[in-house]
C-alpha cells in the first residue's frame, strides 16, 4: 500500500467539503472535486480526503468542525446563494462561534452590480459574512465568497467557483512539487502486480498506482507514479519500464498523471 | 432550511465512499456519486454522505466505521483489483473484525474467466473476501465484489460498478418512492428567494432546492420540489407556479429534478 511519507510528507494537506442536497439527489453531477484536486496538485498541497453532505445544518457543521482541525486547508462549495437553502455562511460562522455579520464591503458590491431596486433583501443575504473572515472575490457575479481560519467558502456553480478558486491559489502556501509520470501498457493489471508491488516497496518514498482502462477498442493499465523527488520518480519510471518490457508489454511513457 | 422529516422520514438512507489516490490527485475523474445517487433515488433510498479517502488503510477503515453505524447502506467503490494499492478488501475485513478468507466460489469464478495459466497469485488476491461475506455479481470481468453487514463493496471502473448496482438494487429494501416536480423559470434566485422561503415553511414535509443555471445564453433558476406525497408535491409545485407567474415570470413544470 501507499507510504503515508508519499502521501503527504512535507505537503500542506486539504480537504474538499460539498454541501447540496442536489449533488446527494443526483440531480447535478459535481463538476468541483476533480478541477479542484487538479489546482492542488499543481501547487504540492495534497487533497486528502473530500465529502458530499446534504443542506442540514448540524451535518455541515461536524463536517467542518472534523475537516478543519484535521488538514491545512479546507474548501467548501455550495449553499451561499440567496435562497433558503443556502445555510453555509451560518454554519461556518457557526462552526467557529463568530457572529454572522452584515458585511459592508459585500453589501457594497452588491450594489455595483445590482440595477437600482434589484438589490432585495434575499440578495443582500449573500453579504452574510461570518465575523474575521476575509471576502474571496467573484469577478463572475460579485456576491464573494469568504475565508475564516483555514476554510476557503466557494459557490457551488463551477465557473464561479473556478473564479474564486484562481483568486485563491497564488495566495495558498503550497508544497514541494510533485513530479509524476505514467507507464501506459496494454498488459492487464495482474500480469503486472507482484513486480508492481516489489517496485513500490523498493520506492516507499513514492506514491505507485494502478489503473486499469479500455480504450480505442483495447483493455490496457496505466501506473502513475508521483513523488517530490523528480530524480526517484524517473528512476523508478525507468525500472519499470524495464519490467513491462521484461512481461511482453510496451511501455508508453508520458510526463504527468494522464496516459 | 430543509426539515429533517423531508430528508429521511421512513427512507432508509445511504452512504458512499469513494476510495482512490486517483480522484483525490484529479487524474481521475469520479462517474460512480452521480449514477450512485440517481439509482438509490429512483427506490427511495436516501443518499445522505458521501466521501472520498484515498488508498491508506486507516482512513479506509475509519471512514466505513462511521458510515456503517450511521446509515442503512454503505456502497465502496474502488480498491478491489490485483495491485498492490487495492486495499478495500483487508480494510473491510478489519473494519468487522473478521479474517480475510480465499473464497471458493470467487476462485471458480476467476478460473472460469482467465485462460489457464493466467490466474497468477496477484490475481487471486481478488478471490479474497472477509470471512461471512456474500459475493456481488461482476458479470463484466468476474472478479466479485462483496456484500457484509450494511457495507456493499464494489469495484471502482464505472462500467463494472455499474453491473454490479445492477444485481444489487433488486434485494434492497427501498423506501416510499419520491415524487420530484423541477419549476424552472429565467427569474434570477433573488427574485424569488422570499416567496420561495415561505413556500418551505408551508411545505415542511417537501425538501425545496433552488438551482441557478446558464443555458442557452440564458440565466434562470431551477426550483425542485422532493417528497414522497405526491399530492403535496403537485399542489406545492401549483402554488409556486404561480409565484413564478406573479413575479413576471413564465413557469416550465417538469416531472422529475432535471429541467
Redesign the interface.
Known amino acids: ?2 507510504s ?1 511519507a508519499a ?1 503527504t510528507g512535507s505537503s500542506p494537506t486539504a480537504a474538499v467539503l ?1 454541501i ?11 463538476a468541483n ?9 499543481d501547487i504540492g498541497v ?12 448540524e ?1 455541515i457543521i461536524a463536517a467542518v468542525d472534523a475537516l478543519r482541525a484535521r488538514y491545512t486547508y479546507v474548501f467548501t462549495t455550495g449553499g451561499i ?7 453555509t455562511s451560518e454554519c461556518i460562522a457557526r462552526a467557529f462561534g463568530v457572529p454572522l455579520e452584515r458585511n459592508p464591503e459585500a453589501v457594497a458590491r452588491l450594489e455595483r452590480h445590482y440595477a437600482p431596486g ?1 438589490l ?4 443582500l ?1 449573500m453579504a452574510n459574512i461570518p465575523a474575521g473572515a476575509t471576502l474571496i472575490d467573484n469577478p463572475i457575479s460579485q456576491a464573494p465568497g469568504f475565508r475564516i481560519g483555514n476554510v476557503f467558502v466557494m459557490a457551488g ?1 463551477p ?1 464561479i467557483m473556478q473564479a474564486m478558486l484562481d483568486g485563491i491559489l497564488p495566495k495558498l502556501a503550497g508544497g514541494p512539487a510533485l513530479h509524476a509520470r505514467t507507464v501506459s501498457c496494454t498488459l492487464g ?6 513486480e ?2 516489489a517496485l ?1 516497496d523498493r520506492y516507499a518514498d513514492l ?6 482502462y ?1 480504450r480505442n477498442g483495447y483493455f490496457g493499465t496505466s501506473l ?1 507514479l ?1 513523488g517530490t523527488d523528480e530524480g526517484r520518480v524517473v528512476a523508478a519510471t525507468e525500472e519499470l519500464s524495464g519490467v513491462v518490457t521484461r512481461l511482453g508489454g510496451t511501455p508508453t511513457v508520458t510526463v504527468g ?2 496516459g
Open positions: 500500500m501507499t503515508a502521501e460539498i447540496g442536497n442536489e449533488i446527494l439527489s443526483g440531480r447535478t453531477k459535481d472535486l476533480g478541477h479542484i484536486a487538479e489546482k492542488l496538485s495534497r487533497l486528502r480526503e473530500a465529502r458530499v453532505v446534504p443542506d442540514l445544518e451535518e446563494g440567496p435562497t433558503h437553502d443556502d445555510i434589484q432585495n433583501e434575499a440578495r443575504r456553480v465557473n493489471e495482474g500480469v503486472i502486480a507482484a508492481l508491488g513500490q506514491e505507485i498506482g494502478s489503473y486499469p479500455f502513475v508521483r498523471t494522464k
